[in-house]
């Protein structure tokens, strides 16, 4: 727990340690650096922690969150120690049952998101009412919530798509062009989609549409859709959302 962020955020609804660009923070968001009072009577849980230090953070909330609460997780990476997901981290740590668990996960940079640029995710539950609900609560006119059962196949990409961006990030620094680029991109895609099957991703089960990971420098993406709605459907569904942005859209940067 940070002291200074925490009174940043409670007293002067700004954070500028974390999140500099946002001058002032909703007016309803607060903190604490009291675990219980942090999650007392919460519907929803959100865990954003680095992801090898998640099983000893969490160990202090078991007893304190609600037996009814969901627990959502935007935590991607597998931890070094056990070479777990985050998902088994989470619900091992809280003795949690799996269809109170959600993870969530997509192209998300959180500064982009804040400035409300027109953005996209994924909730992954077992209990797709669950996952309903989670996304629910953080849809907006600019944000879009997306869900689907598959919480391994969500975890595997938000984990190892990293990897195919680092593998990218390294040819370009080598000097190689897009023949090499597009080569490790669509290999990694193929060994990401056997592991996540190997895992138990629900690959035949739902349609997953990757977006090709891309090193840019700072950050890598990678969006995962659930298999809902038809690929036309959803391009269109796409569309419609983001029209009333086109019209005020930089021609160029």
Not at 23 to 43: C, F, H, I, Q
Request: proline fraction near 4%; include cysteine; charge should be negative.
């Amino acid at each position: 727990i940070e002291p200074e962020i925490v009174e940043d955020i409670r007293d002067h609804h700004h954070n500028g340690v974390r999140l500099p660009s946002v001058k002032v923070l909703p007016s309803n968001m607060t903190a604490t650096g009291d675990r219980a009072e942090a999650v007392a009577n919460a519907d929803i849980v959100i865990v954003a922690i680095a992801a090898q230090f998640a099983r000893v953070a969490l160990v202090e909330f078991k007893d304190l969150i609600p037996e009814t609460a969901l627990v959502a997780s935007l935590m991607k990476g597998i931890e070094r120690t056990t070479g777990k997901r985050m998902d088994e981290v989470v619900m091992e740590t809280l003795d949690l049952p799996a269809d109170r668990f959600a993870a969530i996960s997509g192209p998300n940079l959180s500064k982009q998101i804040a400035d409300r640029e027109p953005a996209a995710t994924v909730v992954a539950c077992e209990n797709l009412d669950n996952a309903r609900k989670i996304a629910a609560a953080c849809t907006t006119d600019y944000f879009r919530a997306f869900v689907t059962r598959d919480v391994i196949g969500l975890e595997m990409c938000g984990s190892l798509k990293n990897v195919v961006a680092l593998a990218v990030g390294m040819a370009r620094g080598a000097g190689y062009g897009e023949n090499t680029a597009a080569m490790i991109e669509t290999r990694g895609l193929a060994e990401l989609t056997a592991l996540g099957e190997a895992a138990g991703a629900g690959i035949r089960e739902h349609l997953h549409f990757h977006l090709v990971p891309r090193w840019n420098g700072d950050s890598s993406f990678l969006a995962v859709m659930d298999g809902v709605r038809t690929m036309p459907q959803y391009l269109s569904d796409t569309y419609a959302a983001l029209k009333p942005y086109f019209k005020n859209a930089p021609t160029h940067r």
